[in-house]
């Protein structure tokens, strides 16, 4: 069975660094891509960026570039969402998934989702 | 940037009604469409990919048709459990694959 599953809420204060996580089981974590996604309160989704474990090939959305960084550890299976100086604005829900690409169809969706970290800044 | 605008906002559907959604791509996207369900203090989930391929476990009650710019998610009978917000996702111009703002569909 395919799960991700995500480090536990998080409470931080403007200016401080977070690293959340998402291990991955039950299929190839190494050759599929991980994809963000985040949710500020009563909002819709934001496609934040994706990451490839097996070589860290990473592809941010223009909107989240520079803002946080996506990393990965193909060792254990887990990638990571990370912030350097967190802002209030920065408070949401975020989601990983797995990116299945189908080199058959050509067609990509996020096929498993982690249950979400809720990050909350705030002084 | 491809932008993905959903309508309407909110969908008042009575229960056994059939509940018609729509996708609007700012250019073509081909097929490469998805739709996810969010129910309140959980995960989306799939339900269709390719713009008309239902996910595993999908029950046959959820459609999705359409092509290039314009796509439709039709839930021929809504069940009390469809009440929820449903998102269009493309995935034809990586990496920014975004999402449109969602349709939540509410009892009448």
């Known amino acids: 069975e395919v799960q991700l599953v995500q480090s536990g809420a998080e409470v931080k204060k403007p200016g401080e660094s977070l690293k959340i996580s998402c291990k991955g089981s039950?299929?190839?974590?190494?050759?599929?891509?991980i994809g963000w996604v985040r949710q500020m309160p009563g909002k819709g989704l934001e496609w934040m960026g994706i990451i490839y474990p097996s070589d860290s090939e990473t592809k941010y959305s223009p909107s989240f570039q520079g803002q946080v960084t996506i990393s990965a550890d193909k060792s254990i299976s887990t990638a990571y969402l990370q912030w350097n100086s967190l802002k209030a604005s920065d408070t949401a829900m975020y989601y990983c998934a797995r990116l299945y690409y189908d080199i058959l169809t050509g067609y990509s969706r996020l096929d498993h989702w982690g249950q979400g970290t809720l990050v909350t800044v705030s002084s | 940037e491809i932008v993905m605008t959903q309508s309407p906002a909110t969908l008042s559907v009575s229960p056994g009604e059939r509940a018609t959604l729509s996708c609007r791509a700012s250019?073509?996207?081909?097929?490469?469409l998805a739709w996810y369900q969010q129910k309140p203090g959980q995960a989306p989930r799939l339900l269709i990919y390719?713009?008309?391929t239902r996910a595993t476990g999908i029950p046959a009650r959820f459609s999705g048709s359409g092509s290039e710019t314009e796509f439709t998610l039709t839930i021929s009978s809504l069940q009390s459990e469809d009440f929820a917000v449903y998102y269009c996702?493309?995935?034809?111009?990586?990496?920014?694959?975004?999402f449109g703002g969602g349709t939540k569909v509410e009892i009448k």
């Open positions: 250019q073509s996207v081909t097929n490469n």
């Open positions: 039950g299929y190839s974590f190494t050759n599929n891509w």
């Open positions: 996702q493309h995935y034809n111009n990586w990496p920014s694959l975004t």
């Open positions: 390719g713009a008309s």
